[in-house]
């Protein structure tokens, strides 16, 4: 079984900085791409960011310029640097691989989300 397990979510006043990450567990083989994604209240999941295995990134056009995705494959994990935090930010942040792993093959996994709520 895998999990991905967000943590880094929180208040934070406009023009600040979180940094989220999530960490893969489980019978792991390999991680392809991984992802994040957020939902806000009334709207529809729209992804943010993506890193492929090579460190290949691609980013939203409404955020780019402020969110920088990473990943430490040591770790298992994938992070999400957000500067200059506006409201419209507000939303729960979700992170989602591709993931190998022993015994299944390949999977599309989430997490569970983090919120982040910026106040104006």
């Known amino acids: 079984q895998v999990q991905l397990v967000e943590s880094g979510g929180g208040l934070v006043q406009a023009g600040g900085s979180l940094r989220l990450s999530c960490a893969a567990s489980g019978n792991i083989v390999r991680i392809d791409n991984m992802a994040w994604h957020r939902q806000a209240p009334g709207k529809q999941r729209e992804l943010v960011a993506r890193?492929?295995?090579?460190?290949?990134?691609d980013y939203a056009a409404s955020v780019k310029g402020r969110l920088t995705i990473s990943r430490d494959d040591t770790k298992r994990t994938v992070y999400l640097q957000i500067d200059s935090l506006k409201p419209e930010d507000t939303s729960v942040y979700y992170c989602a691989a591709v993931v190998q792993s022993d015994g299944s093959g390949w999977a599309n996994y989430w997490g569970q989300g983090t919120q982040v709520t910026v106040s104006s």
């Open positions: 890193i492929t295995r090579s460190g290949l990134t």
